[in-house]
Each structure stands twice: as C-alpha cells, then as structure tokens.
C-alpha cells in the first residue's frame, strides 16, 4: 500500500536502530509513503527503507559495530570521518547485504535527505539523489559537528541536517501534505537543554569562517524544542500521526554494546505493530 503521505525520520546516531524497526516492519507489512524525508541517522535508515532491503540497518549496526572499516574513532586520527559511509555502499559480498541501488532507483517513493549549509546556516533538502550524490549527501545529513568533516554536495559544504531541521515535519507540511507520519528516537516528552557557554564557545571557534552556521548550531535547542512541542499539539489534534519510544533511550551516538542496539531495533518494530490499526485509520481518513 502506497499511502499519499509524507513519512519523516528523525536523527540520533545508534539511536536510529528505533527508526531501523519500525522501517522493517512497514516492509513486512508492504507499507509505503509517497515521500520519506530523513535526517542523518533517519536518512540513513531511510535508503534501506527505499531500496527494500529489510534488516539490512540492523545487520550492519550488529554485525559490524566492531568492524575498524565501518565505525573507529582511530579515523579521526587520520582526519577520515568516525563513521566511514562509503563503507555502506561498497561491494563486499560474503555475509554482508550490499545495496540494492537498482530498487532504491525505481521506488515509487521520493526520497528527501536532509543536511546543514554551513555558509547559510539553514536546512538544505536533496531530493532522491541517486549514486555518489547520494553518498555525499548521507555524509552531509550525518557528519556530526566536532568529529565528522564537513561534506561537498550541490548545496555546497553541509554538516548534521539535525543543527537546522531535526524533526522535518514542517518541510512535509510546505510541500503539501496533511497526512504526516513521524518516527522520533527520543520519548515525547523530551527537550533539549540550552547551549552551554562552553559549547558556545566552542561553536564559535571551530566555525569560525561559518558564522551563520554558528548562529545556527547555538540556537539548535530552541529549535528542537519549539519543534518537540509543536509536534505533540499537532498530534494531539489528530494531524500528524507519532511514533516514538515510550521510555528514554540509553543507546549512545556511538553504543558498542550490541544487546542494546539489537534490543532498541526489536522496540521499534513492536511498537510499529502495536500501533498499525490506528496509524492506517489515521491515514485513511
């Protein structure tokens, strides 16, 4: 089933095993939406949504967690991003699930991925970019400031898509939609705390030749906030449809404990199942 809907994935690192549960089991049932829109860890998720490729997400964050060519933060040594994404598109047969690049191509849903402009400091959005365009644009989505190099896309130098846009549902709304479903990786009831002085500082330095991108990354807490809020009244008001785990997540951005990353993947496709019924009424409305 194709639904006239916008699906939106929020970010959050290892914390995307969630996003990764719900996905597969929207696969299982055969659950698609005519546009997904993802951020960083949600875009990620997101391709193998679009390619079909069920368990693929949860295999690489479990299988390979330990693998020095996927995740190592000895990279960063080498001036090499934490998390090597070429990594996840390369051909390696054996036990590992290539991509299915010629199913991502021709999937009826477009795909939205959503990155950081550091030179203006607000939200870009790549619309289904296809192979190495898709590659550097996962890369802009996901580089996390601090540790991971900022990516070249068409847009220009980008980084996290999170800093400007963490929860897309807005960029969903603009482009038409009433029928929005959202999958969080933080319980609702989260908020962020405010930009310390410290990090402040930090921003500003780092960033330096970037100052509206600084601008941007200190404000980012208002913004998640003001979004988190606003998210909860719309779904309260029956126009955006939420799924989100019911408890705080204690996955880290970078969890090595694999129990854990295989333990919030099952949590996400339950709570996808627990909640089927009312989110097809939701959309059939």
């Not at 970010?11 to 005519?34: C, E, P």
């Not at 970078?254 to 993947?265: G, I, P, S, V």
Request: with cysteine.
């Amino acid at each position: 089933m194709l639904y006239n809907a916008a699906l939106v994935l929020e970010g959050g690192a290892m914390r995307g095993q969630y996003t990764a549960g719900v996905l597969d089991f929207f696969m299982q049932q055969g659950i698609q939406f005519k546009t997904v829109i993802g951020v960083s860890a949600g875009a990620l998720s997101g391709t193998n949504y679009i390619s079909h490729q069920p368990g693929r997400t949860n295999a690489v964050n479990v299988h390979h967690r330990m693998d020095r060519n996927y995740i190592s933060l000895r990279r960063a040594l080498r001036r090499q991003d934490i998390i090597n994404l070429d990594y996840l598109f390369e051909s390696h047969g054996g036990d590992w699930e290539d991509f299915d690049e010629l199913t991502y191509r021709t999937s009826p849903m477009e795909f939205v991925v959503v990155a950081t402009s550091m030179v203006k400091g607000r939200a870009v959005y790549f619309h289904s970019p296809q192979g190495q365009d898709l590659v550097a644009n996962l890369k802009a989505s996901s580089a996390m400031p601090f540790i991971s190099a900022p990516a070249y896309t068409g847009y220009g130098l980008c980084l996290d898509g999170g800093v400007a846009d963490s929860i897309p549902y807005e960029y969903a709304q603009a482009n038409g939609y009433d029928k929005i479903v959202v999958i969080r990786t933080r319980e609702r009831t989260y908020r962020k705390n405010a930009t310390s002085a410290v990090l402040r500082r930090a921003y500003q330095q780092a960033f330096s030749n970037y100052p509206a991108f600084v601008e941007t990354a200190i404000a980012r807490p208002e913004m998640y906030n003001r979004q988190a809020e606003q998210l909860q009244k719309l779904e309260a008001q029956g126009n955006t449809f939420v799924i989100a785990p019911a408890q705080p997540v204690t996955v880290g951005r970078l969890e090595r404990d694999t129990d854990k990353l295989e333990a919030l993947h099952a949590t996400g496709m339950a709570d996808a199942e627990a909640q089927l019924n009312a989110m097809q009424a939701y959309l059939n409305a």
